[in-house]
């Protein structure tokens, strides 16, 4: 097969890889193209192109987030991944551990990992590699990969929810709350909200965003279901989509441009978390980007007038 057709073939495959392990479409993006310029230049075929390659995007993002955990430790308030709408990455056999590994909850806790233990059990634990080709990886000899799996492992069932396994369930749920919120339906959002539900976004202060989260279940219902209504007059649509497996939805102005992602975490038939992505340097891949501030001083221009 031609290079280019043999690296077309696996482009959602490393792109998938890169995603988990950096939580950043635009960089993962970089780093898939990283790995082609250093697979065309290659002059000797590889034993496996799937192996190589694999191996490649794993190195080109290993070192990437080493320099990306600088940034983010000062990053300007709570830091999330960049919102993903569809995986490009499809395999029927790893299907669920796919969708666990996507949800920006299983995101954030790969987050607290070393570099080193985030790749071994993406590769490991989400895409079935083998530990000959996670070691050449990581550049680490097989039996100290499995100590750092064993200790990812650790780290992330300590921190990880249990996530509503009925996805049908778990998708009539989102259906009642968007369209509680569409109406600014108080009584209707507390009823899906649980007693503890945290509202949190990350702007990067890059745009308007909410002093500090937003907790408990009156707090966040009274909240949304001022503000959504209040969007509406100035022309804000959502449309429910969802965002990193999750139910979720993306906001949009007048001119269809992309204001924030929304994303919702169910537990036990509530909803247990709710984030907003509003940073736009996090949504320039959804497509045009809105001007935060100024929807935010329309915003509280028509509350003025409308009392």
Request: aromatic share 6%; net charge positive.
């Amino acid at each position: 097969m031609h290079k280019v057709e043999a690296f077309e073939e696996l482009r959602p495959l490393l792109f998938s890889i890169a995603y988990r392990i950096l939580g950043s479409v635009s960089e993962a993006e970089d780093a898939v193209q990283e790995t082609w310029l250093r697979f065309d230049g290659s002059t000797t075929p590889p034993t496996s192109v799937k192996g190589f390659l694999s191996v490649t995007v794993t190195r080109i993002s290993i070192d990437v987030l080493r320099s990306a955990r600088v940034r983010r430790e000062r990053y300007v308030g709570p830091w999330f991944p960049e919102p993903l709408l569809d995986d490009p990455y499809q395999d029927p056999a790893r299907s669920a551990e796919l969708a666990d590994s996507l949800s920006m909850a299983a995101l954030l806790l790969l987050e607290r990992l070393s570099p080193l233990e985030r790749s071994v059990f993406v590769l490991r634990e989400v895409f079935g590699s083998g530990f000959d080709d996670v070691a050449s990886a990581v550049g680490r000899s097989q039996a100290a990969c499995r100590q750092l799996l064993v200790r990812a492992r650790r780290h992330m069932r300590a921190g990880r929810p249990r996530f509503e396994a009925d996805s049908k369930k778990r998708q009539e749920l989102a259906t009642r709350f968007f369209e509680a919120l569409r109406e600014g339906d108080v009584a209707g959002l507390r009823d899906l909200l649980a007693a503890d539900v945290r509202m949190v976004g990350d702007s990067g202060g890059k745009a308007p965003q909410f002093a500090r989260a937003v907790v408990g279940t009156d707090n966040v219902a009274r909240l949304l279901a001022s503000l959504v209504p209040l969007l509406a007059r100035i022309d804000v649509t959502f449309e429910p989509h969802e965002v990193n497996g999750q139910p979720g939805a993306v906001f949009r102005d007048r001119d269809g441009r992309v204001l924030t992602a929304l994303v919702l975490d169910v537990l036990g038939n509530q909803i247990q978390t709710i984030r907003s992505v509003v940073n736009p340097d996090k949504l320039g891949h959804l497509g045009p980007v809105a001007d935060a501030w100024a929807i935010d001083g329309a915003a509280k221009r028509m509350r003025r007038r409308t009392g």
